[in-house]
């Protein structure tokens, strides 16, 4: 059974950092790309970032792009999130899928909260 | 970027009844169309990926069409359990985009 597991969240304060792990079972993690999703409260989703199998690809939303680096350990079958510079934006709760182009598993999210 | 449009935002439907949500992209995405389904306090699920492919052990009461820039998700037979925000997806070009959300609810 596929597993992804979202850890890191938690309230940080505005120009600050944080690191989002990934950790994924169940599948063959590094045939997969992942990405990450996020939805503040009460919205819609919006899709964050993607690395590729091997994390030679990365993608990003132009919101978090030059902020926020997507990478991967498939030796430790996680993907992270390291986000920098934070603003109160950012807060939300970040999912991250297995990707597929259409995203077919996803964990439960971990919740970000940018506050002073 | 590709923006997602979706119709209506939100609808309330008896069970049993026919329910037909729209999606409309701003450029061609051929059948590169997800639609997922999300509950509250839920993560979403994947229940239609190109368009018009169900994803596995999700009910044959929905079905998603269409292709270009024009897509239609329907479930033929409410159901309570159906109560949710549907989200369109397009994967045609990063950044990838999500519809805003259909609340679909029971009346």
Redesign the interface.
């Known amino acids: 059974e596929v597993h992804l597991l979202e850890s890191g969240g938690g309230m940080v304060q505005p120009g600050r950092s944080l690191r989002l792990s990934c950790a994924a079972s169940g599948f063959t993690f590094n045939s997969h790309a992942v990405t990450w999703v996020r939805q503040a409260p009460g919205k819609g989703l919006e899709w964050v970032s993607v690395i590729s199998a091997s994390g030679g690809d990365t993608f990003y939303a132009d919101s978090v792009r030059g902020r926020f680096t997507i990478s991967r350990d498939n030796s430790r079958n996680t993907v992270y999130l390291q986000m920098n510079s934070l603003r109160t934006e950012d807060t939300a709760l970040y999912y991250c899928a297995k990707d597929r182009d259409y995203f077919d598993s996803w964990g439960q999210g971990t919740l970000v909260t940018v506050s002073s | 970027?590709i923006q997602m449009t979706q119709s209506p935002s939100s609808l309330s439907a008896s069970v049993g009844d026919r329910v037909t949500i729209t999606c409309q992209a701003s450029q061609d995405i051929t059948n590169?169309l997800?639609w997922?389904q999300?509950k509250p306090g839920k993560?979403?699920?994947?229940l239609i990926?190109?368009a018009f492919n169900l994803?596995t052990g999700v009910p044959s009461r929905f079905s998603g069409s269409g292709s270009g820039t024009d897509f239609t998700f329907t479930i033929s037979s409410l159901q309570p359990e159906d109560i949710a925000?549907y989200?369109c997806?397009q994967?045609d070009d990063?950044?990838?985009?999500?519809?805003?959300?259909t609340k679909v609810d029971i009346k």
């Not at chain 2, 993560?43 to 994947?46: G, H």
């Not at chain 2, 990063?94 to 959300?101: D, E, V």
């Open positions: 970027d590169y997800n997922y999300q993560a979403p699920k994947l990926y190109d994803e925000t989200y997806q994967y990063f950044p990838r985009t999500f519809g805003p959300g």
